[in-house]
């Protein structure tokens, strides 16, 4: 038995939704005067080395908006890409929450980890359910 064709885009929609994502949160880190570092994080932004902090996290919001627009890219044009796009943002995703919590802990909670723990669980239910749909048209 063959799904219907909404079953098979439910992992280019999720894909999508994580890549709006990305455009707005590399967009506020980008473009905001402080990248969010004082006015988000709530970080000490009085020290000399405070500009150093502020251009990590405006390159980071750089790196962000690339891939929002690559998994943009991906969920409407290439979705043969897919499946590859959700893994390598449930990585990205885990990884992230691996340095947080034990490998380099912050010393206060970091205002995105909404971000992290939600993309990471819409990645890896997006690739159970191309899992899924894929299986199912295999067997006919």
């Known amino acids: 038995m063959r799904d ?4 098979s885009r439910v992992p280019a929609l999720i ?3 994580i890549a709006i994502l990305n ?3 590399g967009a506020f880190h980008w473009l905001a005067p402080d990248s969010g570092a004082g006015s988000v994080a709530g970080m000490n932004l009085s020290y000399p080395n405070a500009p150093d902090v502020v251009f990590l996290l ?3 919001g750089v790196s962000q908006l690339l891939w ?3 998994y943009l890219y991906i969920a409407l044009r290439q979705r043969f890409l897919v499946s590859f796009a959700l893994g390598t943002q449930a990585a990205a995703s885990a990884l992230v929450l691996v340095t947080e919590y034990w490998l380099k802990p912050p010393v206060s909670p970091v205002p995105g980890r909404f971000a992290h723990v939600t993309t990471l669980a819409l990645s890896v239910a997006g690739l159970a359910i191309a899992a899924v749909v894929s299986r199912r048209n295999r067997r006919g």
Do not use: I, K, Q, W
């Open 4 to 7: 219907t064709p909404h079953a």
């Open 15 to 17: 894909l999508a939704g």
């Open 23 to 25: 455009l707005a949160r």
């Open 58 to 60: 405006a390159v980071t």
């Open 68 to 70: 929002g627009v690559c």
